[in-house]
């Protein structure tokens, strides 16, 4: 079925580090993607966009990276803190505010 | 700058029964979508509302249905609840017809026994 998954479901790292959480997505025609990340209790949050025509798009602290020709996406975190503790989703489309696919999640956990 | 509201927070109900659940957009927003959320999961779309109207839709049953009004409010309707409806009902909504990024609300936990 339709999916989007993710190499690691838990990752663990110390307050300071950079992390590195990685998506791969099964649908070559997919042309928007994002990372959410989705605390204890709440709604995904949304953190960072990128479309098929780039290959990388930095934010504040964080920058996905974008590989079509091995359909891969990864999400970096610099200077890692705990307040990123959370579980984090990447999620694709192929029209661009329609319907989203997102894998399973990667939990996050900041040891302080 | 209002958020993705929805209500209620949590609910309880037993098989059978019909819940509404509802959802009022981000400031600016006109398009809502509805996702399902079970425990240790990515959420699942379930539908989107335009203009009012059901623009696309996942994979769930008739049971599940919604609504969007003239304010771009909207509801998710579920019939006939089973137990395999417990989850975390999440509402997004983004703006056509640029329909840039979802933006989620925080949920309804709906718990069915």
């Known amino acids: 079925g339709e999916s989007v998954g993710l190499h690691l479901p838990t990752l663990s790292v110390q307050e300071g580090d950079n992390s590195i959480i990685n998506c791969a997505y099964s649908n070559s025609a997919s042309d928007y993607f994002i990372w959410y990340k989705q605390e204890s209790g709440k709604g995904p949050q949304f953190i960072i966009d990128i479309r098929s025509n780039m290959d990388k798009r930095q934010g504040q602290r964080v920058t996905v990276l974008l590989n079509k020709t091995v359909k891969h996406l990864s999400l970096q975190i610099a200077a890692t803190q705990p307040g990123d503790s959370a579980v984090y989703f990447c999620?694709?489309?192929?029209?661009?505010?329609?319907?989203?696919?997102f894998g399973q999640g990667t939990e996050l956990s900041v040891k302080p | 700058d209002a958020g993705v509201t929805q209500s209620p927070t949590h609910l309880i109900k037993t098989r059978g029964q019909q819940v509404t659940l509802r959802c009022s957009p981000k400031s600016g927003h006109d398009t809502v979508s509805w996702y399902q959320q079970a425990l240790g999961q990515g959420p699942q779309f379930i539908f989107q509302y335009y203009e009012e109207e059901e623009r696309q839709r996942g994979n769930f049953p008739d049971r599940f249905s919604g609504h969007q009004f003239p304010n771009y409010s909207s509801e998710l309707n579920v019939n006939a609840l089973l137990l395999g409806d417990s989850a975390l009902y999440l509402c997004?909504?983004?703006?056509?017809?640029?329909?840039?990024?979802?933006?989620f609300g925080p949920g309804t936990r709906l718990l069915v026994l």
């Open positions: 999620a694709e489309t192929t029209n661009q505010g329609g319907k989203l696919i």
């Open positions: 997004a909504s983004s703006q056509a017809p640029l329909q840039e990024t979802q933006y």
